[in-house]
């Protein structure tokens, strides 16, 4: 593919991703805000009952559903401001982070697209930015999230973060690397399987490695602690999924248009060039 071409579908690729990450940015501010903000107020409603741990026998969720935890959070003596509201935090703050977010994945998914196209079957672009979509966030995001779920601010134990973080992106590094070889061994199975049995025989190889990868890797067990309500964990989950679901879904559909139009044109400008003078 030609340079001109591949840099042509970089910026579309970034231009999909802006667009997705409009998208993903309504659902997390939909979904998943109220869930973050019900984490906030169990952090607070745990600082505020520490000091007074003999007093009375008030849960933390019951705390959390009278309220008592907006303003404990504002009484602590010593307690700075944070540098940053949190209305800011959840608007242009999230809007900033998963605009930035979707234009970064989508030069790079573009960029795997360039190189897909036309060496993983015999696909339209369409078709082909739709595979790339689907496994980018399969590898990306799907399987490390079942190994390591994400979890709301301030549950773990903070002293385990680092490591945390580490084992997540170990998995997606492993989870993309057994990606691509899964890819390149397919292609090598398909002469000898079938184009459709290579791909099963290569998905199942991935599904057996990758579990063998969540055998190995160590759990998360402090990631949350025990006392966090196990209904708003979930919700933070649900949300978590359904934001990435969105940004690729819409990704997928608006880039598969983009390369569509792009390539066919393209192919439409070079025809006269090769086309036999008429008589």
Known sequence: MHASTVRSLLVR??????????FAFAVAYVVGEPSVNGAIAVEEAQSAQAPHSGHGDTTVAESVGSGESSAAGHTHEGQEDPAVSRPVQSTLGLATGVLVYGVALGGIAALAFSFALGRIGRFSPRATAALTAGAA?????????????????????????????????????LSVLLGVAAVIAGRR??????????????????????????AVL????DAVQASFPAALLWEFRLASLAIQLVLW??????FGALAQ????????????????LAD
């Open 13 to 22: 690729g970034m231009l999909a991703g802006l667009i997705a990450g409009l």
């Open 137 to 173: 966030f399969t590898t990306v995001y799907l399987v490390p999230f079942l190994k390591y779920p994400a979890t709301p601010p301030a549950v773990g134990n903070p002293d385990t973060i680092g490591k945390r973080t580490t084992l997540f992106f170990l998995m997606i590094l």
């Open 189 to 214: 199975l398909a002469p000898r399987l079938g184009n459709w049995n290579a791909s099963l025989a290569a998905g199942a190889g991935f599904v057996v490695v990758t579990a063998v990868a969540f």
């Open 218 to 221: 160590p759990a998360n067990d």
């Open 249 to 254: 879904a819409v990704f997928g559909v608006v």
């Open 261 to 276: 139009k792009a390539l066919t044109e393209r192919t439409a400008a070079a025809a006269p060039l090769t086309a036999p």
